[in-house]
């Protein structure tokens, strides 16, 4: 199993350009999330989603949209980039919250630089 | 908005010492605390976690001593090697229905002299 894999694993935007990310894990995991971090902020929550078709704002969800068509796939867009946005990106997913296994499983990050 | 604060932001220890990571929340609601290690240019992983029934959990070098009424818990690592060198949070529910929400703590960079 590859677990959770990201890709881009780098990119750099100008600002104002559009770019989306692409989560996929092979898991069978119901709930998949997105996170931020930044130097001295640990990670912050953007969205999330309990399940396909659905998504939810997290800590900090302005200037991001998501989407989970597949129950394998989450997508996370800029739409305007900015130089705010400049972060490692990591996505995780796990099991329904509450079963045995409460654990976040991460990708390896997509470093994300916005000039 | 559950925070939590994590000491220190940076931690020297020498090899076989003893590495003590804190942190503390604010809303006692929440029911599960775990800690995160994560190495260089990879994701962060799992490595152990506590409910507040217990005061304490052990696995292998690593312990979690947790502290109710101080609303407080901390990583000890016990005869700490270089291959333990990576970035610790400490995380917490995030409020509200968790959803595997978690609020991570600021990191914690831990150096372990040969």
């Known amino acids: 199993n590859a677990g959770v894999t990201q890709t881009p694993k780098f990119r750099v935007l100008k600002t104002g350009q559009s770019m989306t990310l692409l989560c996929a894990q092979d898991?069978?995991?119901?709930?998949m999330y997105w996170y931020r971090q930044d130097p001295g902020m640990g990670l912050r929550l953007i969205h999330y989603s309990v399940g396909e078709g659905t998504t939810a704002k997290g800590e900090v969800p302005d200037g991001y949209n998501v989407s989970r068509l597949k129950k394998q796939n989450f997508l996370l867009g800029l739409e305007s980039a900015a130089p705010s946005q400049t972060s490692v990106y990591f996505c995780?997913?796990?099991?329904?919250?509450?079963?045995?296994?409460?654990?976040?499983?991460f990708g390896s990050g997509t470093q994300l630089s916005v000039l | 908005q559950q925070q939590v604060k994590q000491s220190p932001q940076s931690l020297i220890v020498q090899k076989g010492g003893i590495s003590i990571i804190n942190c503390a929340y604010e809303n006692t609601a929440f029911d599960y605390f775990p800690w995160y290690q994560q190495f260089p240019g990879k994701g962060p992983a799992l490595l152990i976690a506590i409910r507040p029934d217990v005061s304490e959990k052990k696995e292998g070098r690593f312990t979690i001593s947790f502290n109710k009424s101080a609303k407080q818990f901390s990583l000890h690592i016990m005869d700490s090697q270089p291959g333990d060198s990576a970035t610790y949070f400490c995380?917490?529910?995030?409020?509200?229905?968790?959803?595997?929400?978690?609020?991570f703590g600021q990191g914690t960079i831990l150096t372990v002299h040969p």
């Open positions: 898991m069978n995991h119901e709930y």
């Open positions: 995780a997913s796990s099991y329904r919250w509450g079963e045995t296994n409460e654990k976040l499983f």
């Open positions: 995380a917490a529910p995030a409020g509200g229905t968790s959803y595997g929400k978690l609020t």
